[in-house]
């Protein structure tokens, strides 16, 4: 295997590099093969740190290496879909401990680069507007980096008016919201009700 060795008192590791790249939601697994270079038979830990606990696993935590052995350990990286999985870059670092010698721990630092992705929803409230009475549009930005949208509002029948018929930009992080109001008229009915099942179905607006 071609890759990086990285050794220290008698342990090391080989991995075929320290940087790494994902998206949201998905899984990447990653070997790491740990030697044993000394000449007694020892109990070894193996450990990921500076990441959330949610954004990985290990094959192993915990085993014995015989003098010249090596282990191989996958560990799956995983990080969840969310706004709260911030895109970009995080530093993180990889431990190997002879455990009857906790305080020389060989220690690999390591790069996981996490993708942005955009994922914008909204919600009508309420879904029966009443011709003349205010409504309100809620935004969510359910992606993992900030969205600029601009909101405007079109109706499929000539008989009603939305005001305002578009808005400013709206700026929203990641994981917040945003509500604006809007006000629908009718010209010939006193109720546009916007349902599945009813003449005036109510849709979110184009963002």
Known sequence: MLGMLTVRDNIGILVASCNFSISPGETAHISFFLINLGKKSEQFEFAILGLDGTWFSLSEAQFPLAPGERKRVVVSLHPPRGPQIRAGRHPFSVQFTRLTAPELPLTLHCLLTVAAY?????????????????????????????????????????????????LEPQRIPPGESVAVEFLATVRHRKLVR?????????KCPHL
């Open 118 to 166: 955009s994922w914008m929803s909204c919600e009508l409230d309420p879904v029966d507007i009443i011709a003349g009475q205010s409504a309100r549009l809620r935004l969510v930005n359910q992606g993992n980096i900030p969205q600029t949208c601009r909101v405007t509002f079109q109706s499929e029948s000539s008989l009603i008016e939305i005001l305002p018929g578009q």
């Open 194 to 202: 916007w349902g599945d099942n009813t003449p005036y179905p109510g």
